[in-house]
C-alpha cells in the first residue's frame, strides 16, 4: 500500500465526508481523515488486543466498555484504564505459565461437555421425568441470578469433579472489541463475538467456584481480555486454580 492511496468515507469525529488517506500502521492499515486528522484503522485482524489499537481506538473501546453503554454491566468499572487491567492479567498468567488461549480453550471445552451430558440425558431419560426437569433447570436458569445460595439454584449438571450451572437470557450481549464501520457511534451492529448465556461452575473437591459469561471464550482467545472489576469479571488466578489449569502436563484438560 502507497502513501498516495485514499477512500472518501464520514469520519465518526468530525461528520465530514472527505477523502481519508489511508497509510500502514504497525498493526495494519490505518486512514487519517483530511479534515480532523483523527486516525482510524481500515481494517483489524480476526484477533486485535489492546496493545494492537491505537490511542483513539482504546478511548472508544473504553467507552463502550464503561457500565450502560454496551452493556448494562459493563467490561470495566467507570474509571478503570484498558490498558492497565490488561497488563495486569497478562502478568498475573504469565507469571502462572498459563496463557489466554489455555483459559478459553480448557473453559469451551468443560461447558461443550455440560452440553453434552444434557443432550444425553434428554435423549435417554423418559420426557417428563424428575430428572429431565432437573438438568433442564440446571441448564436453562431463566429469571433466576445464577449467583444465588446453592441450595436455592439446585443441583448442577456434573461434568468431572465440577458441578455447572447455566443462565439462558432472552438476548444477546456483544463484544466491545468491534472496529468496523462507524466505530464512534455506540452500536451493537457489527461486533465481533457475542453470546446468550451466563454460566457457573463450582470445583466440588476445592468447594469454589467462577461465574463469567460464555462471551469471556471469546474475549479470551480474540482479544487477551478477562473484563475489568465489574460483577462479570474472570479473575485469572483463581479461574486457573478452580478449573485445574495446566495443572496435570498432558491432562485431558
Not at 30 to 52: F, G, I, W, Y
Not at 168 to 180: A, E, I, R, T, V
Request: aromatic residues 6%; proline residues 3%.
Amino acid at each position: 500500500m502507497t502513501d498516495d492511496e485514499s477512500t472518501v468515507s464520514l469520519c465518526w469525529k468530525c461528520q465530514v465526508k472527505t477523502r481519508h488517506k489511508i497509510t500502514e500502521g504497525r498493526s495494519g492499515a490505518l486512514e487519517r481523515c483530511a479534515v480532523c486528522k483523527n486516525v482510524l484503522r481500515v481494517a483489524r485482524p480476526a484477533s486485535v488486543t489492546v496493545h494492537d489499537l491505537t490511542a483513539n481506538e482504546v478511548r472508544l473501546v473504553e467507552l463502550r466498555m464503561r457500565p450502560g453503554a454496551v452493556s448494562q454491566a459493563g467490561f470495566l468499572d467507570p474509571t478503570e484504564s484498558l490498558v492497565a487491567v490488561t497488563r495486569s492479567d497478562d502478568t498475573t498468567l504469565r507469571a502462572l505459565g498459563v496463557t489466554h488461549s489455555q483459559v478459553a480453550s480448557r473453559i469451551q471445552r468443560l461447558i461443550g461437555k455440560a452440553k453434552a451430558t444434557v443432550e444425553r440425558q434428554v435423549k435417554l431419560q423418559e420426557p417428563g421425568t424428575a430428572e429431565i426437569r432437573r438438568i433442564i433447570a440446571a441448564y436453562n436458569m431463566l429469571g433466576e441470578d445464577p449467583r444465588s445460595d446453592s441450595e436455592k439454584r439446585g443441583p448442577g449438571i456434573r461434568v468431572d469433579e465440577f458441578e455447572v450451572w447455566s443462565h439462558l437470557y432472552n438476548g444477546w450481549q456483544g463484544c466491545p472489541f468491534f472496529l468496523d464501520g462507524d466505530v464512534g457511534r455506540l452500536s451493537t451492529a457489527d461486533t465481533c463475538g457475542d453470546s446468550d448465556r451466563d454460566w457457573i461452575v463450582r470445583n466440588t473437591v476445592l468447594n469454589d467456584e467462577i461465574f463469567f459469561s460464555e462471551l469471556i471464550i471469546h474475549l479470551l482467545r480474540h482479544h487477551q481480555f478477562c473484563e475489568g472489576h465489574t460483577e462479570y469479571r474472570l479473575d485469572p488466578a483463581r479461574t486457573v486454580r478452580v478449573l485445574r489449569i495446566g495443572e496435570v502436563e498432558g491432562s485431558h484438560q
